[in-house]
C-alpha cells in the first residue's frame, strides 16, 4: 500500500520560503511524478508543480517563479520550496503521485492524474 | 489554461437516490493520442482528496461500483447510482489534456 507522509513549517512570515517535504513509503519510487497541489481554505484546487525520480520537474507557469521542488530517491522524499510567500498563499498543501501517459517524451511528460495523496499540511503566511 | 466548469455548485440529495455532477471543459479533452483525461476526485469533509474515476470512465482500485463516469469532448458527468452517508463531500473533476492540469470548482454532495 501507497501512503504518502507530509511535513513542514506551518506558519510563515509575509516574504519568507516555504518549506514541505514528503515521504513516500510503499511502491516503486521510480516511474512516477511526485506532485504537489494545494487548496486554499474553503476554495479549490491547483497543481503546483511536479518531479519524477530523475529530477525532471514540471510546474505551472503561474508559480513558476517562485517554486523549486527536489528530490531525494536515497530516502524516497520529494520537497516543496515556494519563495516570497504573501496571505494569498495560505493554504492547505498536499503531495501525490502522479501518473504520467504511458508514451511521452520530454516536454510533454507529466501527471494525467494522482491517485495517492498525503494527510496535508496547512500553510498560513501571516504577519 | 482550460477552464472547468461544474455544475451544479451544491446538490442535496436524499440516501438511496441517484446524484449526478456535471462537469464542462472550454476545449476539447481528446489528446492527440486519442485518450481523454478526465478524471474526479472525492473529498471527504477534513480529508484529502481521493481518486474516483481516471479517463473519463476507469474506476480506481477499491472505489465502489456505485460510482460511475461518462461523457466525451468537453461535457463529462460522474454518477452515484445510490447516495450512501460516506458519499457527502465535495466532487471535483479535473483534466490533464492540456498542461497545465486544472480542475472544477468542486460540487458539494450533501444529505437532504
Known amino acids: 500500500q501507497v501512503q504518502l507522509q507530509q511535513w513542514g513549517a506551518g506558519l510563515l512570515k509575509p516574504s519568507e520560503t516555504l518549506s514541505l517535504t514528503c515521504a513516500v513509503y510503499?511502491?516503486?519510487?521510480?516511474?512516477?511524478?511526485w506532485s504537489w497541489i494545494r487548496q486554499p481554505p474553503g476554495k479549490g484546487l491547483e497543481w503546483i508543480g511536479e518531479?519524477?525520480?530523475?529530477?525532471?520537474?514540471n510546474y505551472n507557469p503561474s508559480l513558476k517563479s517562485r517554486v523549486t521542488i527536489s528530490v531525494d530517491t536515497s530516502k524516497n522524499q520529494f520537497s516543496l520550496k515556494l519563495s516570497s510567500v504573501t496571505a494569498a498563499d495560505t493554504a492547505v498543501y498536499y503531495c501525490a503521485r502522479g501518473i504520467r501517459r504511458k508514451y511521452c517524451s520530454g516536454g510533454s511528460c507529466y501527471s494525467v492524474h494522482f491517485d495517492y495523496w498525503g494527510q496535508g499540511t496547512l500553510v498560513t503566511v501571516s504577519s | 489554461d482550460i477552464v472547468m466548469t461544474q455544475t451544479p455548485l451544491s446538490s442535496p440529495v436524499t440516501l438511496g437516490q441517484p446524484a449526478s455532477i456535471s462537469c464542462r471543459s472550454s476545449q476539447s479533452l481528446v489528446h492527440s493520442d486519442g485518450n481523454t483525461y478526465l478524471s474526479w476526485l472525492q473529498q471527504r469533509p477534513g480529508q484529502p482528496p481521493r481518486l474516483l474515476i481516471y479517463?473519463?470512465?476507469n474506476r480506481f482500485s477499491g472505489v465502489p461500483d456505485r460510482f460511475s463516469g461518462s461523457g466525451a469532448g468537453t461535457d463529462f458527468t460522474l454518477k452515484i447510482s445510490r447516495v450512501e452517508a460516506e458519499d457527502v463531500g465535495v466532487y471535483y473533476c479535473?483534466?490533464?489534456?492540456?498542461?497545465?492540469?486544472?480542475f472544477g470548482q468542486g460540487t458539494k454532495v450533501e444529505i437532504k
Open positions: 479517463k473519463i470512465s
Open positions: 479535473m483534466q490533464a489534456t492540456q498542461f497545465p492540469q486544472t
Open positions: 510503499g511502491g516503486s519510487f521510480s516511474g512516477y511524478y
Open positions: 518531479i519524477n525520480h530523475s529530477g525532471s520537474t
